[in-house]
């Protein structure tokens, strides 16, 4: 079904080509405003796929995992139900992480979470992670002859982590998000959105020991700083609860005139985490995000596609209630820009592209064992696909891309003898290597009838340094229907 400000005409997707095209035109879809869907001119679209994922080499951050491999189940639709246009996104997973080379009792680690429970020692780790994430939004129909429109979108994210080898460990996370949002058109060129977001996030880790002997841990403190910890089943478990609310805000504004259309969109985040152990506060991390992010649609028949997208996120760590011992901050940008030929309404001949990924991350402790750390990196990168038409009941979809990842000299320096000084030490040289990242995509889909079709994909990534060996390979392999 094709729609633009409210008006309903049955048409839906039966071919990849034509999903990834509506994808890149759907300027408000790829926005944060659920109002937004009633605004798009867009083909509707149902899918399931079943897929399986590896990556294995040594090239990977300190806390990472050799070889993770798993399989994942996913549902992807926009449909139109009674003059309402639901979106609704649905993902379940089932992975395995072996040798690992820190215990850490975190799903995974960033930076703006210092505090977190580790073992230090020369013995790898296997865990089993698991996640199901559900995304709904829902726009009304237009109301006031066509200028207003509301929305909500549900975001919702369980995670648990499984470590069966003593010291065991388990982590379970629920992370929910609620999104009202509303859109209205000042004139035929200018539409303005809001969106107001509320996100709570609970989490628990547990480490548990069956050893007569007391097995040592760290309770981290930020860039390798930690106070000591033991586990065992004399002395009992070791649990930690995380407690985070945040709140944000979104402002939209979209410039359309003739093929052209703009939608730029700014947010702010801000929330706290606080880390209990019991009833005592081990530590609060504050946090602030703010984001900036440009769409631009233009060219004969839409066929031109512009991105940017930056973000500030800043953050303070303080152990207990005590003054700040803290701070850091991680900038992200990312631009692209693609070009399509012979582009029609649902198809394309080629795509070129090109476009730059970039990460600035810095980190200071003021108070105990004070430190620093600090990286820059920039990836540029060139794509070209090509949609090969088989025959009239099949299609195959090639794209291949290139880049090369630059970076300043990684900084790292704690006073003092840390017990955990090297797990920063690896970190700041895995983020200082110059490598090459390559990937190649391929997709074929089968048209059965004008109901149904399905399809096959296989996805590969290969990052190699340019100055050690070794390398990371990402393989991924799925097979869907569209319906």
């Known amino acids: 079904m094709f729609m633009t400000l409210g008006l309903v005409f049955s048409q839906e997707i039966k071919d990849r080509a034509e999903y990834n095209l509506n994808q890149k035109r759907a300027l408000w879809y790829n926005s944060g405003n659920a109002a937004g869907l009633a605004r798009d001119e867009m083909l509707l679209w149902r899918y399931v796929s079943l897929g399986y994922d590896l990556q294995t080499g040594n090239f990977t951050d300190s806390w990472g995992a050799r070889t993770i491999s798993g399989f994942n189940l996913g549902g992807d639709m926009l449909m139109d139900i009674e003059g309402f246009t639901v979106a609704a996104k649905v993902s379940l997973s089932r992975d395995r992480l072996r040798k690992c080379n820190y215990n850490t009792s975190l799903y995974e680690v960033t930076w703006d979470m210092p505090f977190f429970l580790a073992q230090n020692t020369s013995e790898s780790f296997s865990w089993r992670h698991n996640e199901a994430d559900i995304e709904v939004s829902a726009a009304a129909p237009l109301m006031l002859d066509g200028q207003l429109s509301v929305g909500m979108a549900l975001h919702t994210q369980g995670r648990s982590a499984v470590k069966s080898v003593d010291p065991r460990s388990r982590y379970g996370s629920f992370d929910m998000e609620l999104a009202p949002s509303a859109t209205y058109l000042i004139d035929d060129d200018n539409l303005v959105g809001m969106t107001l977001r509320y996100r709570l996030n609970p989490a628990k880790t547990t480490l548990t020991s069956d050893s007569e002997s007391p097995v040592r841990l760290a309770f981290m403190k930020g860039l390798g700083d930690s106070t000591p910890r033991w586990v065992s089943g004399a002395i009992g478990a070791e649990r930690l609860d995380y407690i985070s609310n945040r709140f944000g805000v979104d402002l939209q504004y979209n410039r359309m005139w003739g093929n052209r259309q703009w939608l730029m969109e700014l947010s702010f985040d801000t929330g706290a ?187 590969l990534v290969h990052m190699m340094p340019m100055t050690i060996k070794g390398g990371r390979l990402c393989a991924s392999i799925a097979v869907g229907v569209m319906f």
């Open 273 to 459: 985490t606080r880390v209990d152990e019991g009833d005592f506060t081990l530590g609060i991390v504050n946090k602030y995000v703010i984001g900036m992010d440009v769409q631009g649609l233009f060219g004969e028949n839409r066929n031109r596609k512009f991105n940017f997208d930056i973000d500030f996120n800043r953050y303070r760590w303080r152990e207990g209630m005590a003054d700040i011992i803290g701070r850091g901050g991680i900038m992200n940008l990312h631009t692209d820009y693609t070009l399509y030929t012979d582009a029609k309404d649902s198809s394309y001949d080629f795509e070129f592209g090109a476009g730059i990924d970039m990460t600035s991350t810095s980190a200071k402790r003021v108070a105990g064992l004070e430190g620093r750390f600090s990286s820059l990196s920039f990836l540029p990168y060139v794509f070209v696909g090509k949609n090969i038409q088989i025959a009239n009941e099949s299609t195959l979809l090639a794209r291949v891309s290139m880049g090369n990842n630059y970076t300043g000299k990684p900084r790292y320096e704690l006073d003092g003898d840390a017990l955990f000084k090297k797990m920063y030490e690896d970190e700041a040289e895995y983020l200082g290597r110059f490598f090459y990242r390559n990937s190649a995509d391929l997709e074929y889909s089968f048209h059965m009838n004008s109901l149904l079709s399905t399809y096959a994909k296989l996805s």
